[in-house]
């Protein structure tokens, strides 16, 4: 009976917009029943703690110890020592939640050291976990309610889904395995319609829509090609269309520099924490964009109810918010055979990334408010519930409740890891034969920061030759 | 009657119970059990074994009982005719391992016992590798000769295709594989074939 009773409160609350005046009024309900109580404190008290120290245990997030691990060796460039990290520390790395961010970021990393197989191998898995992920838990969904998001699956941003399609097509491309690439084109393609049918304001990456061309026309698909084409104008994530939209060399051998430069911006917590105000007000402050602090007022009718008039509760609550990370690489500027060019950034993570965030941001400050709330009414009478009339020890139950509610609440910060900050490329048509190739990293200001080791480049007829040049610093 | 610390710390408790034994039956470990190498498992709705096979022995069936094949063997005298099998293009939604799908055409074709079969191009440059070492490593008496290859008479091509149509948790997967025989003289096309798989997968939104 009271599972079924637990499965109501919850189910309801999943799909409700205004949950909480229903656990609310059931527990207004009862409050005028707590003076008759029959439990020993003690067990109430170990019961509490025993719930507190599992929820605990089950929501805490590697998510910074990740960054923390493999962000060094990819700033040096040294992604094998990343990968042997990551496979090394797995468990620690990783919660079985965050298997999706697993084979993502070693999908990213293999592909950076140029091991394309097994970065294919990794993605194909990530996209199969992806598909595995439609259909929702609903025992994580519970699970969530109670402690943070962390405890959901990671399901991965919009944007984060396309560099998964966009990585994987360049795996093929590098290989050579042009079926490899347009097939993967077509199920990139098929991952944009599911995500146009998902998102409401879907951003769509004018880049995959140019990688998916560029493998049509190896192809000779030309009018795939040029359907593709079109949309990529249509769609690139930065302010202008580049250049090289506009100059499509066709059925050339070139040489096409596909550059990964900067660092992307990472996800902090964005605190929030104010007082729940009898009647439904509930005022917020939180520190803005500059560092300030701002208060807001909210009106959240119908969560106070008669059981908790006169009383005014302190809540707190993290939502993930985009930090952005200094860069010291902007560009490329390549070399064939003396003759110097720029490439161009044709996607660019910060903007994709923050319009997604913002995309998400209701649903997640809804859900993320309701729980705290409810957790917070919870807290408020377990406090009352395990009072002992002992004021130290009740001091001691009171402070621990709250820093066990508090502790729970974490923003999800997952997030891939051996991201850049933008994907740049060019294209440059060479006639067949063998040519000299040197790239040079440049920070914003146009200045030199690194280079990468002169090398020659053999290119065959009709052939299309991809050099990566990834510069994660 | 029932106090309200009572029955919070009840909903506690049988929350907590509930999720550790949703996650317990969700973790369940993995099991393994042997099953017939031909029986049909479908899991993800995608092209498996089972698909590369029917296809194969279907086709391939259809393909030795048309009248090109008497025709062929008509003008060789009555000798069977010798095939190789050319490039099959997957230019479908999904990474098809096609040489599973050769390797299926491949054995219906020389079960039937009405073909003779030659390496295909990537194979003879590894045979031709190994005449070449034999060469200059084998004795005069075992050593095997270049320029003794049997030609082959027809050549086997085709494709992959699929269609997919999809809309919240379900997916229509349209399949089409054509193959088609060559004769290598004169470049007729000597017969077509095509198979359609239909599939109809659907995800459900929520599990325990």
Redesign the interface.
Known sequence: M??E??FRINSRYLWSYSPFSILNSQ?SN?????Q????NSQL?TK??F??LA?LLASCASPAKLRMERISKPIGEGNYEAAIENIEKNKKKLYN?EDALLLEFDMGVLLHYNQDYKESIKHF?RAE?IL?DL??????NE??AL?TNDNVRPYRSYPFEIQWLHKIQILNFLALGEI??A???S??AL?AI??LR?QEKKFNESGALQYLIALSFEWQNSEDDARIAYDNAKKHFETSYTPKLVAQIPQNEQEIIVVGYAGLSPVLGENKFWGTYAPDGVLYLNYRDANGKNQTTVLVALGLGGPGFSGQTMTIQFAIPKMVERPSQASAFLVSVNGDAKLTEPVSNIKSSMQKDLENGESTMLLRTAGRVIMRTI?AS??K??MQTGNPYVDLVLNLGTDFGTGAMEQADLRLGSAMPLTLQLIRIPVEPGRHSLKIDVLDQWGRKTGSFAEKAVNVKKGEKVFIFAPALR | MKTFHSTLLSKLVFLSIFLIAAFAFTGCGKSVKRVASDSTIDLSGNWNDTDSRLVAEEMLNDCLTKPWYQNVVNAKNGQVPVVVIGRVRNLSTEHINTSTFINDIQRVLINSGKVDFVANAEERQQLRGEIDSQTSNATDETAKERGQEVGADLMLTGTINSIVDQSGGETVKFYQVDLELTDLQSHRKLWIGNKKIKKHIEKSALKL
């Open positions: 009271r599972i009773s637990y527990l009862e409050a005028s029943n707590v008759s109580s029959t439990l109430r019961h509490l025993l719930l599992v079985s194909a199969e598909d439609y259909t929702r838990s609903v025992s519970a699970a109670l079926d490899g347009v097939v993967q077509r199920r098929l319609q599911a049918e919870a009478k377990a009352n519930l």
